[in-house]
T-cell receptor, first 108, second 113 residues
Framework: GQNIDQPTEMTATEGAIVQINCTYQ??????LFWYQQHAGEAPTFLSY????GLEEKGRFSSFLSRSKGYSYLLLKELQMKDSASYLC?????????FGTGTRLKVLA | DAGVIQSPRHEVTEMGQEVTLRCKPI?????LFWYRQTMMRGLELLIY????????DSGMPEDRFSAKMPNASFSTLKIQPSEPRDSAVYFC???????????FGDGTRLSIL
């Protein structure tokens, strides 16, 4: 089958580091995307991994292990504006599947 | 640069009516995607096109849903007849290739009464 699992909700404190995990199963694998979605808005692209390892982009980093079917998004120096849903999406041979998203609440 | 443009932004209609959602992708993007988002099911891919040809429509819920892309700059998603369970936010997205990020429109918030 094809599916994506990620935690439903997480809470963290401003200035802290948070890791959002994602496990996936796809028929074929051609990349893993992370998107951020603020309430009432459209998703916006954060990162793309196709090879194993860590991709760093400022405060955000994304990691992929293809053998484990596992990815995580790491957010450093959390800010209040990072409160949003984070969507993990995998691209199979012809299919794209999205997780239901992780709602992150950043507390002052 | 203009992003993905969707219309209408909001639609409220009675069950049984035909609903047409419209999308203009970013110029030069060969891939166009239609998604539906609800609290219960999250973001679901309904169908996507490459060079105006449907590639995967396995996410289309049932025959009441149909999508067309008559040219590279326009696509429609139709629901006929509409039902209350079709109420959701419908997003259109486009990308230049499968490995490039998808750019999402602002969505159409659809309410079927």
């Amino acid at each position: 089958g094809q599916n994506i699992d990620q935690p439903t909700e997480m809470t963290a404190t401003e200035g802290a580091i948070v890791q959002i995990n994602c496990t996936y199963q796809t028929s074929g694998f051609n990349g893993l995307f992370w998107y951020q979605q603020h309430a009432g808005e459209a998703p916006t692209f954060l990162s793309y991994n196709v090879l194993d390892g860590l991709e760093e982009k400022g405060r955000f980093s994304s990691f992929l292990s293809r053998s484990k079917g596992y990815s995580y998004l790491l957010l450093k120096e959390l800010q209040m504006k990072d409160s949003a849903s984070y969507l993990c999406a995998a691209r199979g041979t012809y299919k794209y599947i999205f997780g239901t998203g992780t709602r992150l609440k950043v507390l002052a | 640069d203009a992003g993905v443009i969707q219309s209408p932004r909001h639609e409220v209609t009675e069950m049984g009516q035909e609903v047409t959602l419209r999308c203009k992708p970013i110029s030069g993007h060969d891939y166009l995607f239609w998604y539906r988002q609800t609290m219960m099911r999250g973001l679901e891919l309904l169908i996507y096109f490459n060079n105006n040809v449907p590639i995967d429509d396995s996410g289309m819920p049932e025959d009441r849903f149909s999508a067309k892309m008559p040219n590279a700059s326009f696509s429609t998603l139709k629901i006929q007849p509409s039902e209350p369970r079709d109420s959701a936010v419908y997003f259109c997205a486009s990308s230049s290739s499968p490995n490039q990020p998808q750019h999402f429109g602002d969505g159409t918030r659809l309410s079927i009464l």
